[in-house]
């Protein structure tokens, strides 16, 4: 299935199942189940989530310029593997001061964007990004799964 095809199907995950259709019979094996105690909430979903950034304006920056072509608009875009590969990069390159990160990871201000300061804050991010990018490319099997920077506010 496409991308496309399955962000709709995940959308219309009830409606498949309610219907027993050919989608279903496609994806029914994939779905996966959530639960937060917490909230006392359950959910499932096509969909994993593999990393979170909140307030990490530079990563966020990056995937707009790289991923969205310059559209800062929510949404779903795919992500390959070599942009993967390129901005855990950037990062390793960032954290041993080989670049300056002005240069290379901006940081971008806005009302839900957190500090544009070059501080500890940003190098933390940078540094857990790069990690998250490492798993993320020993692990991720690319030739059959597709990875999703999705963002709102």
Not at 22 to 41: A, G, M, P, S
Not at 63 to 90: A, M, P
Request: aromatic share 14%; charged share 25%.
């Amino acid at each position: 299935m496409s991308l496309k095809e399955i962000l709709s199907a995940d959308i219309h995950l009830r409606e498949h199942e309610e219907k027993n259709d050919t989608t279903y019979e496609k994806i029914k094996q994939h779905i996966k189940h959530f639960e937060d105690k917490e909230i006392n909430i359950q959910w499932r979903s096509l969909l994993t989530e593999v990393a979170y950034w909140r307030k990490a304006n530079q990563i966020h920056n990056w995937f707009v310029v790289h991923v969205s072509n310059g559209l800062d608009e929510c949404g779903t875009y795919e992500i390959t593997k070599e942009s993967i590969q390129e901005l855990h990069n950037l990062c390793i390159r960032i954290l041993s001061k080989k670049i300056p990160p002005q240069k290379v990871l901006p940081t971008k201000s806005g009302f839900y964007f957190g500090s544009t300061d070059y501080d500890h804050f940003y190098f933390y991010e940078i540094k857990r990004t790069a990690s998250i990018f490492e798993e993320i490319l020993k692990n991720l099997p690319f030739d059959t799964h597709y990875l999703v920077y999705n963002f709102s506010w």
